[in-house]
């Protein structure tokens, strides 16, 4: 099953070579290729190369790695997100640093992360949404708990390999700031303003906006064995489950709750909040890990192919689609390491079958529009490669191949290796 999925990333990382290289993303169907920006920051390579390294696609990783180190600037004037350009690129960077020792790309992270700096410049120290990269001004104060609170990952590992502490800094004090605003019974709502502080959507759950703030709360405890982290996971994990937790007869899910009152306000679980069994079975509650996990492979053998988000009262679509995402496929991982249990091996199996029967196109896999008729859309994210397919390989690897007890996935699937 590794060498099938092996396979399937050459064949993927061809089609971005031949139609799209150089740029962001490749269209999968029109097979042509989109950049985020006026310039390419080479995000389809830079996501996609540790996962080369650790299938062990050496000479292709090397050759991605000089491409990277003669062709990516950051000195271009564009505004940027925050939150996508961390997680994709400068966590890319940073596990490519570590896997290979090039330090051009440690240097190259080093530039970003001077560049993306100023974003934290807000009277709360939370982060703007966009910085300019050339300029450092910054713009979008609305923002949300996902794009405060999952860089400390990626800027603190920064700090340790560089020496400089401003990196580790700034992060966390955006994590301590959003937590510190957290209601009275301890959840965080979907939107918050930067520069005011307060909220303006109190509605709390899982799924995307919010997800990786909770993740980033325990990953960064292990990851840098800070005590603030650990006590904020703590509390945090109590009150999600207290209030957005939901027992149904259709499985154990988490669905949407007022953040002030802890009342129970809707019944969506979106394929993003599929990460969450993983990141229950890192912290050691496997006894709900596996109760979601298994919830969640419902949602996705409804229609064989998951479903952007259901109602799970109704077991009905709430949203059509599926982006080729990985959580669901990261939970699995995570489940089958820590309980060696083969029905996360045989998940891992259907999950990679519906890939490659409905998604696969001659050229590359395409994201669906409709995961009913399984119509395909002209998209394949960078995430794709760096998430999707190395979390299937890591699936069906023997546990050698990435060692949890020493290196921490950020929320992109970057390994950052403890070497400090
Ligand atoms: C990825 O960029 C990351 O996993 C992020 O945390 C959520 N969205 C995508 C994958 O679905």
Same mark, same amino acid.
Request: glycine share 8%; net charge negative; hydrophobic share 35%.
């Given at each position: 099953?590794a060498?099938r999925?092996?396979?399937?990333?050459?064949?993927?990382?061809?089609?971005?070579?031949?139609?799209?290289?150089?740029?962001d993303?490749?269209?999968?169907?029109?097979?042509?290729?989109?950049?985020?920006?006026?310039?390419?920051?080479?995000?389809?390579?830079?996501?996609?190369?540790?996962?080369?390294?650790?299938?062990?696609?050496?000479?292709?990783?090397?050759?991605?790695?000089?491409?990277?180190?003669?062709?990516?600037?950051?000195?271009?004037?564009?505004?940027?997100?925050?939150?996508?350009?961390?997680?994709?690129?400068?966590?890319g960077?940073?596990?490519?640093?570590?896997?290979?020792?090039?330090?051009?790309l440690?240097?190259l992270?080093d530039?970003?992360?001077?560049?993306?700096?100023?974003?934290?410049?807000?009277?709360?120290?939370?982060?703007?949404?966009?910085?300019?990269?050339?300029?450092?001004?910054?713009?979008?104060?609305?923002?949300?708990?996902?794009?405060?609170?999952?860089?400390?990952?990626?800027?603190?590992?920064?700090?340790k390999?560089?020496?400089?502490?401003?990196?580790?800094?700034?992060?966390?004090?955006?994590? &301590?700031?959003?937590?510190?605003?957290?209601?009275?019974?301890?959840?965080?709502?979907?939107?918050?303003?930067?520069?005011?502080?307060?909220?303006?959507?109190?509605?709390?759950?899982?799924?995307?906006?919010?997800?990786?703030?909770?993740?980033?709360?325990?990953?960064?405890?292990?990851?840098?064995?800070?005590?603030?982290?650990?006590?904020?996971?703590?509390?945090?994990?109590d009150?999600?489950?207290?209030?957005?937790?939901?027992?149904?007869?259709?499985?154990?899910?988490?669905?949407?709750?007022?953040?002030?009152?802890?009342?129970?306000?809707?019944?969506?679980?979106?394929?993003?909040?599929?990460?969450?069994?993983?990141?229950?079975?890192?912290?050691?509650?496997?006894?709900?890990?596996?109760?979601?996990?298994?919830?969640?492979?419902?949602m996705?053998?409804l229609?064989?192919?998951?479903?952007?988000?259901?109602?799970?009262?109704?077991?009905?679509?709430a949203?059509?689609?599926?982006?080729?995402?990985?959580?669901?496929?990261?939970?699995?991982?995570?489940?089958?390491?820590?309980?060696?249990?083969?029905?996360?091996?045989?998940?891992?199996?259907?999950?990679?079958?519906?890939?490659?029967?409905?998604?696969?196109?001659? &050229?590359?896999?395409?994201?669906?529009?409709?995961?009913?008729?399984?119509?395909?859309?002209?998209?394949?994210?960078?995430?794709?490669?760096a998430?999707?397919?190395?979390?299937?390989?890591?699936?069906?690897?023997?546990?050698?191949?990435?060692?949890?007890?020493?290196?921490?996935?950020?929320?992109?699937?970057?390994?950052?290796?403890?070497?400090?």
């Amino acid at each position: 099953m590794a060498e099938r999925v092996r396979q399937e990333f050459k064949h993927a990382w061809e089609g971005y070579k031949q139609y799209a290289w150089g740029h962001d993303d490749l269209k999968p169907l029109s097979k042509g290729y989109h950049d985020w920006y006026a310039h390419t920051l080479v995000m389809t390579p830079v996501d996609a190369l540790d996962t080369m390294m650790l299938m062990g696609l050496n000479d292709e990783a090397a050759k991605t790695r000089d491409y990277i180190a003669n062709n990516l600037s950051f000195d271009r004037d564009i505004y940027v997100k925050n939150f996508e350009i961390t997680i994709r690129m400068l966590g890319g960077l940073l596990s490519g640093y570590q896997l290979s020792g090039d330090k051009r790309l440690l240097a190259l992270a080093d530039d970003l992360g001077t560049r993306l700096l100023p974003a934290f410049n807000s009277p709360t120290g939370m982060p703007y949404v966009y910085v300019n990269l050339k300029t450092g001004a910054v713009r979008g104060e609305e923002t949300n708990p996902a794009e405060i609170g999952t860089l400390l990952i990626e800027f603190g590992t920064l700090s340790k390999l560089t020496g400089k502490t401003v990196y580790y800094e700034k992060a966390k004090r955006a994590l &301590v700031e959003l937590y510190n605003r957290r209601s009275p019974i301890g959840l965080v709502g979907s939107s918050i303003n930067v520069k005011t502080g307060k909220w303006s959507d109190p509605v709390s759950h899982i799924g995307g906006g919010i997800d990786s703030y909770y993740e980033y709360l325990l990953k960064a405890s292990i990851l840098f064995d800070d005590p603030d982290c650990k006590r904020m996971w703590n509390s945090t994990i109590d009150a999600v489950n207290k209030y957005v937790a939901d027992d149904e007869p259709t499985g154990f899910w988490y669905g949407q709750t007022n953040m002030n009152t802890g009342v129970h306000i809707g019944n969506d679980f979106e394929a993003l909040a599929a990460f969450f069994p993983g990141t229950l079975a890192l912290s050691g509650d496997l006894d709900r890990a596996r109760k979601l996990e298994d919830s969640a492979y419902t949602m996705w053998t409804l229609y064989g192919i998951e479903p952007e988000a259901i109602n799970y009262k109704t077991m009905t679509i709430a949203s059509n689609g599926y982006e080729l995402r990985p959580e669901i496929i990261e939970s699995a991982f995570y489940l089958y390491r820590f309980t060696g249990n083969p029905r996360y091996r045989e998940m891992g199996r259907v999950f990679f079958d519906s890939l490659v029967k409905y998604c696969r196109t001659d &050229v590359a896999f395409a994201a669906l529009s409709d995961v009913k008729k399984k119509t395909q859309k002209d998209e394949m994210e960078s995430f794709f490669l760096a998430e999707t397919l190395k979390y299937l390989y890591l699936l069906f690897s023997p546990p050698e191949t990435l060692d949890l007890s020493k290196n921490v996935l950020n929320t992109e699937a970057h390994p950052m290796r403890r070497t400090w």
